[in-house]
């Protein structure tokens, strides 16, 4: 165990191996979390974010701004998913945590990424990314949000999310199976004018495919918002209708 220390733009600055396992943002100790597990959250909004050569294409005019937001939006949504889910879990007898959600492979791919194990590794990959990913968590437990309440609205209780897999392999991607509505149709069209991702598509409302699926419903998620080249889901209606929760 040992305690680490980011400064006020969320980078690392120290390492003390002989401390509690705690995290400090400006020598102010963030609550509710541990430093290895303030680490791990942020390692997985790393590599869930977009790269930066993308989010310059999609947002040209404030490229970092727009990171911020995408890496903010995908911590929160990650919150609101473990308490969705865990509030399903207590009707059952169960729980699940923040300790669950941050080995849930099931719900983020992540966490065995290359991008994963790179956000460890200070010097490599994207120093910005990183330290925006570091600073989505902590403002998140520090209840520093003030600035992103515009983010917290529009997400409207989005507990999902996909980045640019959805955009190169629609209509076979999961999210299709299971059914999508847009709220928006410019949520499809985020990739229209990006070249460094290959074969990117403009996507549209599809109706479940998988027929165990259609057979109940045309719709499981409904379109929120997007930041960067991530788009975020909540459950739709008619999937709630039917007991669907997380």
């Not at 541990?34 to 310059?56: D, I, P």
């Not at 928006?184 to 109706?207: D, F, L, W």
């Not at 998620?221 to 739709?236: A, R």
Request: hydrophobic share 35%; net charge neutral.
């Amino acid at each position: 165990m040992a305690s680490i220390y980011f400064d006020s733009q969320g980078a690392l600055t120290r390492i003390d191996d002989e401390g509690d396992d705690k995290a400090f943002y400006n020598n102010q100790e963030v609550p509710f979390i541990t430093g290895t597990q303030l680490q791990n959250y942020a390692g997985t909004v790393y590599s869930e974010s977009s790269f930066m050569g993308l989010v310059r294409q999609i947002n040209p005019s404030d490229p970092l701004g727009e990171m911020q937001k995408e890496t903010f939006a995908i911590a929160y949504t990650m919150y609101t998913y473990a308490m969705i889910k865990n509030a399903a879990f207590k009707r059952a007898g169960r729980s699940y945590g923040l300790a669950d959600l941050l080995v849930d492979n099931n719900y983020t791919k992540g966490l065995s990424s290359p991008a994963h194990q790179q956000y460890f590794q200070q010097g490599v990959g994207d120093e910005e990314r990183r330290k925006l990913s570091t600073m989505a968590v902590i403002r998140l437990f520090m209840r520093m949000v003030g600035d992103m309440a515009g983010v917290i609205q529009n997400l409207n209780g989005a507990a999902y999310w996909d980045g640019n897999d959805l955009f190169r392999l629609f209509p076979a991607h999961y999210r299709c199976k299971q059914g999508f509505e847009l709220s928006n149709e410019n949520h499809g069209a985020i990739y229209q004018n990006v070249s460094v991702v290959r074969n990117p598509k403009i996507i549209q409302t599809c109706p479940a495919t998988e027929p165990k699926v259609s057979a109940k419903r045309k719709f499981t998620f409904l379109s929120c918002v997007t930041y960067g080249g991530t788009i975020f889901f909540k459950i739709h209606d008619e999937a709630k209708s039917q007991g669907i929760t997380w």
